[in-house]
């Protein structure tokens, strides 16, 4: 069986000739299903840009991605849309929640745009919310929600259309030490269900945690550390 | 994500934003206003003037009256044969198709005298057929009968004002009345007819049957004209089609030219004239919604400008959206949903602010409004028409919109 995501030789160029920038310069990378895998490095390293890459919201400028077993380094938009929103889970490090919106419609907007019909659709969003302990803040609005509740909608959000993997950008950047580590425990957990994890981050703690630790550094990664299972 | 979802989408976007969404659809509440406004007043003088119509002989109405010729040169001859006759209304019942009603006419002012009261008034001798070509009822005794005139019957049928100037409240039916030195009978008394183009109004635009003082014209001729004179005022017509009006007309007026050899008549035929008020109606209609149709493409721009202003402050939830899996479509549906969401709740309270304003404006100015679907469906369907052009362009740029630079922005 194919690994879950395979990289090879990935770079990425911002602008063009005297003022191009190379944010990655060849990045190597490969996560089985099940993984926890965390990507750390400085501010400018380039590990958001790899983020955005293995999470389909930006194309590389060249090498090969595999998804699956699958090319995805030149599908057209609309296909990268689908894969997004069926095989991919996002996590910011500001939660973007849609302000407007209650818990339980944020939770359901990716299975709004997989076509799912209503019903279907809250029993889905019940469960997720359930499976990260908020099952009763639904009808709150996210500024009725302290931080750690905030992100745990969030990843209730991104774990709905159950995605192959679970994509995390600082996810504890905006969270107090307490609420941070209910967070980490609730990845831990997920973990143990099986659930594939990549999460770029700042945090020692999430290294910790993690089986893998990628070091990235200057569009490069730099070394990896693996943790026996 | 059905068209349900995103209609609700919209929905919940205007409800976040209410003061923004007013200002938005400022433009069309307007725009629709001033074009329901415009309409319920034209379409309200449209209704009066059929009604105007219908109330006195219809839209079949004709007549031919003397006009004698400019040039000055006349034979004798010519000068002999001027001028309609009895013959001449003969003569076109006999040979002129598309008449159902031919009504000879003499109007003179004479002396009248009834009881004490001595007054000048004009005289109209008729035949009968007058009383359906211009729908007169009859009030009191009976109106002059066909037996009236083939006996030259000394009867007279006096229009409601009349009755009154003549005889006060007393009734008229059976009383003398004397034309110059003749005496007639009266016969009967005519309904009142009131019809006004404005409410509240004292003018009454059929005051002049009110006002008639009909007598056989057989009897006219007869004891106020000389043997020879058979002299007419006017041929009243009433056309079978009012479709067909232009071909009666021609044969109308052959008819006449070939009897007097001269252009010594005019024609009036309601129909033309009709016609001639739609098209001049028409004319202020176009201009009406001509003015409310440039208000909706400036509240078109207004909805343009503003989902582009609030478009930076919504490049994040763009972006989340695409994260989370919408494609460039969703995102355009979604936001031309919105725009025509909006636009069409701002038609709806366009049509109601029209609505009130029109009843407002006629009951200030007496003038009587109408409402017809037409107008509710143009102005709401130009409105959704102006919806979607103007949100097309803030909708392609969010549907195109790079969900790493949309998701990046602050």
Redesign the interface.
């Known amino acids: 069986m194919a690994p879950l995501i395979s990289v090879e030789n990935i770079r990425k160029v911002y602008g063009a000739g005297d003022v191009a920038v190379e944010a990655l310069r060849g990045v190597n990378l490969t996560i089985d299903r099940g993984d926890y895998v965390a990507i750390m490095g400085p501010s400018g390293s380039g590990k958001s840009t790899l983020m955005?890459i293995l999470?389909l919201?930006?194309t590389p400028s060249g090498g090969t991605y595999l998804l699956d077993g699958d090319e995805v380094s030149n599908l057209s938009?609309?296909r990268l849309?689908?894969l997004?929103?069926?095989s991919i889970g996002?996590v910011?490090q500001s939660f973007?929640l849609?302000p407007?919106?209650s818990v339980l419609r944020n939770v359901e907007?990716?299975l709004?745009?997989?076509?799912i019909g209503r019903r279907e659709r809250q029993r889905r969003a019940r469960g997720a919310l359930e499976l990260v302990g908020l099952a009763d803040r639904i009808k709150h609005r996210p500024n009725e929600l302290s931080g750690g509740q905030r992100q745990r909608a969030a990843i209730a959000?991104a774990l709905v259309?159950d995605p192959a993997v679970l994509m995390a950008d600082e996810p504890t950047g905006n969270l107090d030490q307490q609420t941070g580590s209910e967070i980490l425990a609730l990845f831990n957990r997920l973990q143990q269900q099986g659930q594939t994890l990549i999460i770029v981050t700042h945090d020692q703690r999430v290294a910790s945690c993690a089986q893998r630790v990628v070091q990235i550094v200057d569009g490069r990664i730099l070394r990896e550390q693996k943790r026996a299972a | 994500m059905n068209a349900v979802q995103f209609v609700r989408e919209g929905f919940v976007e205007i409800r976040e934003h209410y003061g923004r969404t007013l200002l938005q659809t400022l433009g069309v509440i307007l725009g629709v206003a001033s074009v329901v406004a415009t309409l319920g007043m034209t379409a309200g003088m449209d209704a009066r003037r059929q009604q105007y119509f219908r109330e006195s002989g219809g839209t079949r109405l004709m007549g031919v009256y003397n006009q004698p010729p400019a040039e000055l040169e006349l034979t004798a001859r010519q000068r002999a044969r001027m001028g309609l006759t009895l013959e001449d209304a003969e003569a076109i019942r006999g040979a002129v198709d598309g008449f159902d009603l031919v009504v000879a006419e003499i109007a003179r002012t004479h002396k009248v005298r009834a009881g004490a009261t001595e007054v000048n008034l004009r005289i109209t001798a008729i035949e009968p057929g007058f009383e359906r070509m211009r729908d007169l009822g009859v009030a009191r005794g009976r109106f002059l009968g066909e037996h009236d005139l083939a006996t030259g019957a000394s009867v007279a049928v006096l229009g409601s004002t009349r009755a009154r100037e003549l005889y006060g409240s007393a009734n008229p039916v059976g009383k003398p009345l004397v034309v110059g030195d003749v005496t007639y009978t009266v016969i009967g008394v005519m309904t009142e007819k009131v019809f006004s183009f404005r409410r509240n109004s004292n003018h009454n635009a059929h005051e002049w049957m009110n006002r008639l003082l009909l007598v056989p014209i057989t009897s006219y001729a007869k004891r106020h004209l000389g043997p020879t004179d058979d002299r007419i005022d006017e041929i009243n017509l009433r056309l079978v089609s009012a479709e067909a009006h232009e071909e009666a007309r021609d044969a109308l007026e052959q008819l006449l030219r070939v009897r007097h050899g001269i252009d010594d008549f005019g024609v009036w035929d309601r129909h033309e004239r009709i016609e001639q008020g739609n098209r001049e109606g028409q004319v202020y209609n176009l201009t009406f919604l001509a003015c409310g149709i440039i208000a909706l493409l400036v509240g078109g721009i207004v909805i343009t400008n503003i989902m582009l202003a609030s478009f930076t402050e919504r490049m994040r939830e763009v972006g989340v959206r695409k994260a989370l899996g919408a494609t460039g479509w969703q995102v355009f549906v979604q936001f031309l949903v919105e725009a025509l969401v909006v636009t069409i709740c701002g038609a709806g309270v366009g049509l109601a602010t029209g609505v009130l304003f029109t009843l407002g404006i006629g009951r200030a100015l007496n003038v009587v409004m109408a409402f017809t679907p037409i107008m509710f469906v143009a102005a709401v369907g130009s409105a959704a028409v102006v919806g979607f052009l103007f949100g097309m362009y803030p909708a392609v740029r969010a549907s195109r919109l790079d969900p790493v630079v949309a998701l990046r922005y602050e």
């Open positions: 955005h999470g919201l930006d938009r609309r849309a689908h997004r929103n069926r996002f910011f973007n849609l407007r919106a907007l990716p709004l745009y997989s076509g959000r259309n």
